[in-house]
């Protein structure tokens, strides 16, 4: 009898550990998240799951290309977390001209786009400690061109893999 209470509480501190372990590694290092939209087709589609990575952004930093998970900003008016395509870093100059984006004057090469983007968009400067944002799938998503730049305080962690569906599992960045 004794050596069975002794195995209740072992087991029983053994799975308060194990759910505190979990949470705490959701919370503070990866978690997983589903796309809701199209607004990153081609590449992510609706129902694809993804690893966050919530940690090495803080010490490896942000680059052109990344796909970035964030709190939406308020100008957005929306209350709910986005998923875009990191386009310009702080310092740089956006501008969208007959479909082709441009970086500092430079066209940007943009292999992942659905397709280019009907609208012209004016040259900013993206501000210091923030990101200009776009979706892969131009004409349908909701991004920086219509709320504004991302502040860097927003940014919850990097898409590193798509784990589901299992036919498409992919790394994305190390």
Same mark, same amino acid.
């Given at each position: 009898?004794?050596?069975?209470? &002794? ?18 590694? !959701? ?5 997983? !998240? ?19 990575? &919530? ?21 957005? &008016? ?6 875009? !395509? ?10 969208? &001209? ?46 920086? !061109? ?29």
């Amino acid at each position: 009898m004794h050596l069975e209470r &002794k195995n209740i509480i072992d087991w029983g501190v053994t799975l308060v550990f194990a759910v505190l372990l979990a949470l705490g590694i !959701r919370a503070y290092v990866a978690e997983a !998240r589903w796309i809701p939209s199209e607004s990153m087709l081609p590449t992510l589609k609706i129902g694809d799951r993804l690893i966050i990575d &919530k940690v090495s952004f803080h010490f490896s930093g942000i680059s052109r290309g990344d796909m970035i998970v964030f709190e939406a900003p308020p100008a957005s &008016k929306l209350d709910e977390v986005l998923i875009k !395509r990191v386009i310009g870093l702080p310092g740089d100059t956006v501008a969208i &001209k007959n479909g082709i984006v441009y970086i500092n004057g430079a066209p940007l090469d943009e292999p992942y786009e659905l397709e280019k983007p009907r609208d012209d968009y004016k040259a900013i400067t993206v501000p210091e400690n923030s990101l200009f944002v776009m979706g892969d799938n131009r004409n349908k998503s909701y991004d920086s !061109r219509f709320w504004g730049v991302v502040p860097e305080e927003l940014i919850i962690g990097k898409a590193v893999a798509r784990f589901y569906p299992f036919s498409s599992a992919t790394f994305f960045t190390l």
